[in-house]
């Protein structure tokens, strides 16, 4: 296991939207990113023994706050979350946590805040408290507004992927292996091997890498030499990616901005068989 320092919200992203159409994937995804969110071991979290991990098991971490809609008065489930709902964390939001360094707010089944709650919730992802970190789980991304979408970092944790996954996951271990080592040569000679790739390949390969990166960034995948700065970019550069695929982009794009940007800022991109 590696080790990611949470010295602050910056490094794991203050807004999460994590979709699966299996909507107890995404909250046990949630689930375990609070956790390290709240750990207090301080490397390899979340550690699975400290007081804050104990406590998010048990699911009962005071720093953790699951919002999810409310039962009427009959005791029947309502259809939406509420903009009160979403005011309520907000007022609970600008005060400090409790005992952890964080407090983190697990929306569930996002896509049901009406629009007042979204525009509410949109307000609150615009100038987050340092301290907060939002979660929101959905069966499908694209019922939650535009505006707040584009506040979030946006991870699909479903299991049941594409059908070429098995490849993409392939590939995708071996870019981040070019990654982790920090040496922009590795990376190169990997984009050289693989950008003649057909799109649905890197497609699944562009899936596979964000999940990896997310692992990372969640401190259960050894991060190499790649800070939580860089693993932010790696997470956004491949964001990038996944846009570019939705609007059936030619694959050799894809690599070219990877080619461009994955490598370490110092360094400047070449051909293969160049000379500096
Ligand atoms: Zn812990």
Not at 13 to 36: D, F, K, T
Not at 50 to 60: F, L, N, S, T
Not at 165 to 190: I, N
Not at 224 to 241: I, K, N, S, Y
């Amino acid at each position: 296991m590696g080790s990611v320092h949470f010295e602050n919200t910056a490094a794991i992203g203050h807004a999460w939207i994590l979709s699966s159409p299996v909507p107890e994937e995404a909250l046990h995804r949630a689930q375990e990113i609070a956790a390290g969110a709240v750990c207090l071991a301080g490397h390899d979290v979340p550690c699975g023994n400290c007081r804050g991990c104990r406590k998010a098991a048990a699911g009962v971490h005071p720093d953790i706050i699951r919002v999810c809609r409310e039962t009427d008065r009959s005791g029947k489930l309502r259809r939406e979350i509420t903009v009160g709902q979403i005011r309520d964390v907000a007022a609970d939001a600008a005060v400090l946590p409790n005992e952890s360094e964080r407090k983190v707010y697990i929306i569930e089944e996002a896509e049901t805040m009406n629009l007042n709650a979204q525009n509410a919730a949109l307000k609150l992802l615009e100038e987050p408290p340092k301290t907060v970190i939002f979660l929101l789980c959905t069966v499908n991304p694209d019922l939650l507004l535009e505006t707040v979408r584009s506040r979030c970092l946006s991870v699909s944790v479903s299991s049941g992927s594409t059908e070429t996954s098995g490849d993409g996951e392939k590939r995708a271990e071996g870019f981040l292996k070019a990654m982790r080592s920090g040496e922009a040569e590795a990376v190169w000679r990997w984009i050289a091997k693989n950008e003649t790739n057909k799109l649905d390949e890197t497609a699944s390969f562009v899936e596979a890498a964000l999940q990896g990166t997310v692992d990372m960034l969640c401190g259960r995948a050894d991060p190499g030499r790649l800070t939580p700065d860089r693993l932010m970019q790696l997470e956004r550069l491949l964001e990038q990616c996944t846009e570019y695929l939705k609007v059936n982009v030619n694959a050799k794009h894809v690599f070219s901005l990877l080619a461009v940007h994955a490598p370490a800022d110092e360094s400047q991109p070449r051909r293969m068989g160049e000379t500096s």
